[in-house]
């Protein structure tokens, strides 16, 4: 079992940051891909981040490319979103995830545990 807990959320004015952090428990850490995903009111959930188990291979969805980083502490377990120039269709509840499966980390399907979620409320 891996626990996963994520903090950081809150409300911003478009354009500004934030800095979720998703503190991990249980298992080996760096055995496990981390992933960000996030889910908008009346949408489904979307793939955000992911990282490997060392930190050398980050990915990001389009929509989010060059403005989020990806990061992990492997030392402290934790694993980080940094947000910047947020946008209003940033506004979602945001969880972190963890897989063993490199090849799936862009499915939330292939993700074995989740955290609860941060709400990113970003107004215009």
């Known amino acids: 079992q891996v626990q996963l807990v994520e903090s950081g959320g809150g409300l911003v004015q478009a354009g500004g940051s934030l800095r979720l952090s998703c503190a991990a428990s249980?298992?080996?850490?760096?055995?496990?891909?981390m992933g960000w995903f996030r889910q908008a009111p009346g949408k489904e959930r979307e793939f955000v981040s992911a990282?490997?188990?060392?930190?050398?291979?980050?990915n990001y969805a389009d929509s989010v490319k060059g403005r989020f980083t990806i990061s992990r502490d492997n030392a402290k377990t934790m694993v980080y979103l940094q947000m910047n120039n947020l946008k209003p269709e940033d506004t979602a509840v945001y969880y972190c995830?963890?897989?063993?499966?490199?090849?799936?980390?862009?499915?939330?399907?292939?993700?074995?545990?989740w955290g609860q979620g941060t709400q990113v409320t970003v107004s215009s």
């Open positions: 995830a963890a897989t063993t499966d490199y090849s799936g980390r862009f499915s939330g399907h292939e993700y074995a545990y």
């Open positions: 249980g298992r080996t850490f760096s055995n496990y891909v």
């Open positions: 990282i490997s188990w060392r930190g050398t291979s980050t």
